[in-house]
Structure formats: C-alpha cells, structure tokens
T-cell receptor
Framework: GAGVSQSPSNKVTEKGKDVELRCDPI?????LYWYRQSLGQGLEFLIY????????KSGLPSDRFSAERTGGSVSTLTIQRTQQEDSAVYLC?????????????FGPGTRLTVL | AQSVTQLGSHVSVSEGALVLLRCNYS??????LFWYVQYPNQGLQLLLK??????LVKGINGFEAEFKKSETSFHLTKPSAHMSDAAEYFC????????????FGKGTRLSVIA
C-alpha cells in the first residue's frame, strides 16, 4: 500500500498570506501527527489526532496555526498570516493506533518558505 | 517531561569504520526509544525501537542500539560504515503511558568518507 503523502512538496509564499498543507495518512491508521522541522532544531511536535477524540493541540506555536482532520483520514494544517519564522519543513506522520510504542510512518514533508 | 540529547550534530567516519551515534534521554516514567533516519529530501524512516523487551535492539541496515537505564542512554552503532549510511539520524522518546507524541533530539548528521 501507499505510504503517507503530503502536498505540496514545496510552497513559497509572501509574508502575511495564509497557507494550507495537506496530509494523506496510510489507510486504516487512526493516529495522525504534524511536526515541524527547522534547521538545527530537530523535529517539533505541533498537533496530534487520534480517531474521533479531540486533538492534542499542545504543540501549536501560536493561534495562527490550526489543523483539522476530516472523516478520520486526510488532514490539513493551516497557517494564517504567515511570518518568516514559519519557514520550515512540515512533516506529517501516521500510526496504526495512538499508543506510545507504535511506529510512526512519515511523509516526505512540505518545505514552506515565507519571503 | 521527557527530553532527548544527541551528542554531536555532525559525525564523520571512514568507510568500514565503526559508527557510534550518541543519545541520552530524560524521562520520569519507563520510556519507549526510537532511532529514525532521514535521507536528503525524504521523510523519516524507522531504524529500530526499544519497547522494554530486550535491551539490545537490532534494526535495519545492520544498525543496533543498546538501552542502558543506569546511563539513560540509547546509543546507535554499526560495526562497519557504508557510503549509503550518510544521512541524518534522530533519536526520539515516548513515554509508556497515554497517547503522547514523539520527542526528538536535534539530530546527528553522519558523513561517510571513502
């Protein structure tokens, strides 16, 4: 089966514009995660969805960031009024369940550049 | 809260030499530990994971890691480096209860010299 896919692969935007990043998880995976990878900073957790439960938004850096997951499958991460510090690679991962020992499968990421 | 420290942002080894990438963790509860590899312009791929079974964990591509509770370490090793091992390596921790995301170290870039 297909792995985690993300679109677009690259996004260049101007400061102040809104952007939407899309993630298609592996079919049947109930857990979905968004991470941000900045140069020299490793991976930073943003938000986590598990089934129909309320998402864990504890990693979102500001209220300009939001995410939704429709029908327990596709997820969209939205960044409003983008700032230059939002430039990073945004990675999506899914796992078969939300338990701590389950492997997370990562997509190739979306590279966001804010000019 | 849990955390991960990877010593050395860049490690360079000769082809055929031992690879040792260091990872120390902090967790107040029993952890799950992971090593992921990221090749250029790709997502992360799981190398191996520790889930409280055997302390010596074998992964893909000849890598292994040993969980040492007394040292709070989970160092990654490979006896003989290959050119194809050049990549970024991330250590991550997750606690053994609840639904928690992975906490990653900042990564170690491995270069392999011919």
């Amino acid at each position: 089966g297909a792995g985690v896919s993300q679109s677009p692969s690259n996004k260049v935007t101007e400061k102040g514009k809104d952007v939407e990043l899309r993630c298609d998880p592996i079919s049947g995976h109930t857990a979905l995660y968004w991470y941000r990878q900045s140069l020299g900073q490793g991976l930073e957790f943003l938000i986590y969805f598990q089934g129909n439960s309320a998402p864990d938004k504890s990693g979102l850096p500001s209220d300009r960031f939001s995410a939704e997951r429709t029908g327990g499958s596709v997820s969209t991460l939205t960044i409003q009024r983008t700032q230059q510090e939002d430039s990073a690679v945004y990675l999506c991962a899914s796992s078969i369940a939300g338990g701590p020992g389950n492997e997370q499968f990562f997509g190739p990421g979306t590279r966001l550049t804010v000019l | 809260a849990q955390s991960v420290t990877q010593l050395g942002s860049h490690v360079s080894v000769s082809e055929g030499a031992l690879v040792l990438l260091r990872c120390n963790y902090s967790s107040s509860v029993p952890p799950y530990l992971f090593w992921y590899v990221q090749y250029p312009n790709q997502g992360l791929q799981l190398l191996l994971k520790y889930t409280s079974a055997a302390t010596l964990v074998k992964g893909i591509n000849g890598f292994e890691a040993e969980f040492k509770k007394s040292e709070t370490s989970f160092h990654l090793t490979k006896p003989s480096a290959h050119m194809s091992d050049a990549a970024e390596y991330f250590c991550a921790v997750s606690v053994s209860s609840g639904n928690t995301p992975l906490v990653f170290g900042k990564g170690t870039r491995l270069s392999v010299i011919a």
